[in-house]
């Protein structure tokens, strides 16, 4: 394969203001400064980009407006998750763990140089080699919804256990479940009629279809059985923390990552953290989880997917020419699994 090991400028989607959406305001740019023109970082390690997968947070840190350029200065490229193969490795980096060539996946920070341009400059935590027989397609989509699920279910659950996931269809969701089963639990997820097939296909044992049933009322007839709620949707239901009083068992956890951007929602969702319960609050254990990058957390991934224990669900890839139809798709909510993003040539 050939390396490029000293490129001065990159092709790089960029934006600068996202305030119309961000399928509106990203622009293709030839001649973009690549992420490391100064000097590559003693534990970076450059990748040319080959596939990109997409998360919410692409669209919706850029969508913040001036909170969002806190996080992010602008100009900016968006996204978080890559898999590609290593051009160049910073000072620090032991020699035994990446070599130029390599294939490699994985998660970088949110900042100004995502991984829709053509170089990506990971870090050692974040990045971890391609297992054979693992394509570089499915890797790409491990970095953000393989963590986070990881991070929500593996620490928090033992074989035997019974887990609700929250939206088990999406690109979170669908990690989910097969890392809950994958640890030997049962699992109940809720997800439209239309993605039942696909959450039981991955193994899923109950699905409860929120568009005809009351989630929390199926749930709470259970009793308290669960040892973990993963909420990967945080709007709907609103009262599911509340509910969970009922079907948690007593030193069960909720954790949750999705929340929707609306005034009723950032509300619904502080109320959950710190509402006590004389005030009506929920009485279980509460977690709201931010993905971490852990390179033995991707590295368990991996080894997984190589193992056929976890599958990648793609709903799409596109084009990178295709990206504004790609973040458009994306934004629409509705995704099975994951869409990914070829990278440019
Ligand atoms: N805190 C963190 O660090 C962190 C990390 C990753 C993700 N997140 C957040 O977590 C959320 C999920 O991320 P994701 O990547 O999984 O998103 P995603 O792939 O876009 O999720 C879309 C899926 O959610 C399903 N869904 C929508 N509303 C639902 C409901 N009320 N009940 C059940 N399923 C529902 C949709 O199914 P239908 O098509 O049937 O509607 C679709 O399959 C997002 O808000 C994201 O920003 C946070």
Same mark, same amino acid.
């Given at each position: ?44 390690? @450059? ?13 919706? =840190?850029?969508?913040?407006?001036? @909170?969002?350029?806190?996080? /992010? ?6 996204? %978080? ?5 290593? /051009? ?10 990446? !070599? ?15 991984? !829709? ?65 994958? /640890?030997? #639990?049962?699992?109940?997820?809720? #997800? ?5 097939? @696909? #959450?039981?296909?991955?193994? $899923? ?13 199926? !749930? ?7 040892? %973990?709620? /993963?909420?990967?949707?945080? &709007? ?24 929707? @951007?609306?005034?009723?929602? =950032?509300?619904?969702? $502080? &109320?959950?953290?710190? !509402? ?33 224990? =976890?599958?990648?669900? =793609? ?31």
């Amino acid at each position: 394969m050939s390396v490029t090991t000293n490129p001065k400028a990159m092709r790089a989607w960029t934006y600068t203001s996202a305030s119309q959406g961000l399928e509106k305001s990203v622009k293709l740019v030839e001649d973009a400064s690549p992420p490391f023109l100064q000097e590559l970082p003693a534990d970076g390690i @450059l990748v040319k980009v080959r596939y990109s997968a997409l998360n919410p947070a692409d669209h919706k =840190i850029p969508e913040l407006g001036l @909170l969002g350029r806190v996080i /992010v200065s602008v100009p900016a490229t968006p996204g %978080l998750d890559f898999a590609g193969v290593v /051009v160049r490795i910073g000072d620090a980096i032991p020699d035994d763990a990446f !070599l130029v060539g390599d294939q490699v996946f994985g998660r970088i920070a949110p900042g100004q140089h995502g991984t !829709l341009g053509e170089y990506v400059c990971a870090r050692m935590d974040g990045c971890a080699v391609l297992p054979k027989g693992v394509s570089l397609e499915d890797a790409s989509c491990i970095g953000t919804a393989g963590q986070t699920a990881y991070q929500c279910i593996v620490p928090n659950v033992k074989e035997g256990d019974k887990v609700f996931i929250n939206g088990g269809s999406g690109g979170t969701g669908t990690f989910g479940i097969q890392i809950a089963k994958a /640890v030997g #639990c049962f699992v109940t997820v809720s #997800c439209s009629a239309k993605n039942a097939d @696909l #959450c039981r296909s991955l193994g $899923a044992d109950e699905i409860v279809d929120y568009t005809t049933e009351d989630v929390s009322q199926v !749930l709470k007839s259970k009793g308290p059985v669960y040892k %973990l709620v /993963v909420d990967n949707v945080g &709007s709907s239901p609103r009262d599911l923390f509340k509910a969970a009083d009922h079907f948690l068992l007593p030193d069960g956890k909720f954790v949750q990552i999705g929340a929707g @951007l609306s005034f009723g929602d =950032i509300t619904a969702t $502080a &109320s959950r953290m710190m !509402l006590p319960t004389y005030l009506g609050g929920g009485k279980s254990q509460y977690q709201w989880v931010v993905t971490e990058n852990h390179h033995e957390h991707l590295e368990k991934l991996g080894n997984w997917m190589k193992e056929g224990k =976890i599958k990648v669900i =793609i709903d799409e890839v596109f084009e990178y020419a295709e990206v504004p139809k790609a973040v458009e798709f994306l934004k629409k909510g509705h995704l099975k699994g994951k869409i990914v993003v070829r990278g440019c040539t």
